[in-house]
């Protein structure tokens, strides 16, 4: 069974803080996604990573980072975190090509 | 924003009733994909329709997909209880981008 994990379901944190979500995928998948989602807004693509080490910003760069290092790992970083960053934050991946995406079970993120 | 919009936002059907959920987008697409996501969970993908297809089904889905005027339709028929969840409309844009719309909220009554 194809699995994408959330390091965390649910996750507080202080404003300013350094915050790492980590997300891993066991499918050899190409591609990575990192999407928000808040009531009345849908999911808001962040990042996403089409391979190692490569990435492009998605819609709501502003206030986050990401690495991948490795294939099947792609973390998001807020580097200091605000309370207007409190959110469900939701990974994804999908193989190349016209595929359907994976998604983890999501990380709900509060900042206080 | 590329994001679609999906219509209505928010929708409420006795079990048995048939439930249509409309995607509108902005951009051109490679592919159409629907996701369903349960209360606080993660998506799960539902169908998917290329760009040169104009309807798909899978068991008690019918998708269509109109590129001129850049929109899609869900039906579920014969509705469940358990179909209660949101669902989103999600475009393959360039370069692997893909964008999802606000969802719509569907509730099915016993």
């Known amino acids: 069974d194809v699995k994408v994990t959330q390091s965390s379901r649910y996750l507080v944190k202080r404003t300013g803080e350094k915050v790492f979500l980590e997300c891993v995928q066991d499918m050899d998948h190409e591609n990575m996604f990192w999407y928000r989602q808040d009531p009345g807004l849908g999911l808001r693509l962040i990042y996403f990573s089409y391979d190692v080490k490569m990435k492009e910003k998605g819609d709501i760069p502003e206030g986050y980072s990401v690495s991948r290092e490795k294939k099947e790992r792609f973390s998001l970083i807020l580097e200091s975190a605000s309370t207007n960053q409190t959110s469900m934050y939701l990974c994804?991946?999908?193989?190349?090509?016209?595929?359907?995406?994976?998604f983890g079970q999501g990380t709900r993120l509060t900042v206080v | 924003s590329q994001q679609g919009e999906e219509d209505p936002q928010a929708l409420s059907i006795q079990e048995g009733e048939n439930a249509t959920m409309n995607c509108s987008y902005k951009t051109s697409i490679n592919n159409l994909q629907w996701y369903r996501q349960n209360s606080g969970r993660g998506l799960v993908h539902l169908i998917l329709?290329?760009?040169?297809?104009r309807e798909k089904h899978s068991g008690r889905l019918r998708v269509t997909l109109d590129t001129s005027k850049k929109s899609s339709s869900l039906l579920i028929t014969a509705s469940r209880a358990a179909d209660t969840a949101s669902y989103f409309c999600a475009t393959d844009q360039k370069a692997q981008k893909l964008v999802f719309g606000q969802g719509t909220r569907l509730t099915i009554n016993p």
């Open positions: 329709i290329r760009s040169n297809e």
């Open positions: 994804a991946s999908r193989s190349g090509g016209l595929t359907e995406a994976f």
